[in-house]
């Protein structure tokens, strides 16, 4: 089973710039879609952006509002995530997810979660 590994997060100040990187043991060529889950103290996962096999992005916009970008790299078996404007509301545990078959919705496989703090 692939092992997924973030990277990345810790503390960050207000209105600043947040990368996060995770890190797949095996090939990523044969999942459709990775990408990044979070959740906030007192609240549910919820999706946050995902890259696909066949170059498709896709973000939650109502909680991403325009400020990522996300890339995959199939060679390095990779997914990056770069948001700026960091708001105190983005504090979460980011989740590195793989999905076999679909954008997201049911995980092949997750990562253990990094945490990330938005605080001055």
């Known amino acids: 089973q692939v092992q997924l590994v973030e990277s990345g997060g810790g503390l960050v100040q207000p209105g600043g710039l947040l990368r996060l990187s995770c890190a797949a043991s095996?090939?990523?060529?044969?999942?459709?879609?990775m990408g990044w889950y979070r959740q906030g103290v007192g609240k549910q996962r919820e999706f946050f952006a995902a890259a696909t096999s066949d170059g498709i992005r896709r973000f939650n916009e109502e909680s991403v509002k325009g400020r990522a970008i996300i890339s995959r790299n199939n060679i390095n078996n990779t997914v990056s995530l770069l948001m700026d404007d960091l708001r105190p509301k983005d504090t979460a545990v980011y989740y590195c997810y793989l999905d076999r078959y679909r954008v997201f919705g049911d995980p092949s496989a997750w990562g253990r979660g990094i945490k990330v703090t938005v605080s001055s």
């Open positions: 095996g090939s990523i060529a044969s999942f459709y879609s």
